[in-house]
């Protein structure tokens, strides 16, 4: 079992920045691939980046590419969410997820995930 839970969401003007952070505690998190979601009312959740277990690979969505940045720290079982130039877009409840398996950007293939923290940007 993880446990995850995520912290950093807010409200947020257009072009500024949150940093999100998932602390993770259970089974062997530095083992663990490492996935953000996000779901706006109405949408369906939508795969934002993921992260493998040591960080050598990262994958992100076009529509957050080079705006966003996902680090993980193994000895804090934390994994970051660096969000910068936001825009009222991103605007959604982001959730990180664990998986045992590979990496992957399919919500369905990720065992765990956290309750959520919203992240509003105003126009």
């Known amino acids: 079992q993880v446990q995850l839970v995520e912290s950093g969401g807010g409200l947020v003007q257009a072009g500024g920045s949150l940093r999100l952070s998932c602390a993770a505690s259970?089974?062997?998190?530095?083992?663990?691939?490492m996935g953000w979601f996000r779901q706006a009312p109405g949408k369906e959740r939508e795969f934002v980046v993921f992260?493998?277990?040591?960080?050598?690979?990262?994958y992100y969505a076009d529509s957050v590419k080079g705006r966003f940045t996902i680090s993980r720290d193994n000895a804090k079982n934390t994994v970051y969410l660096q969000m910068n130039s936001l825009k009222p877009e991103d605007t959604a409840v982001y959730y990180c997820?664990?998986?045992?398996?590979?990496?992957?950007?399919?919500?369905?293939?990720?065992?765990?995930w956290g309750q959520g923290t919203q992240v509003t940007v105003s126009s």
């Open positions: 259970g089974r062997t998190f530095s083992r663990t691939a």
């Open positions: 992260i493998t277990w040591s960080g050598g690979t990262t």
């Open positions: 997820a664990a998986t045992s398996g590979l990496v992957t950007s399919r919500a369905y293939e990720y065992d765990y």
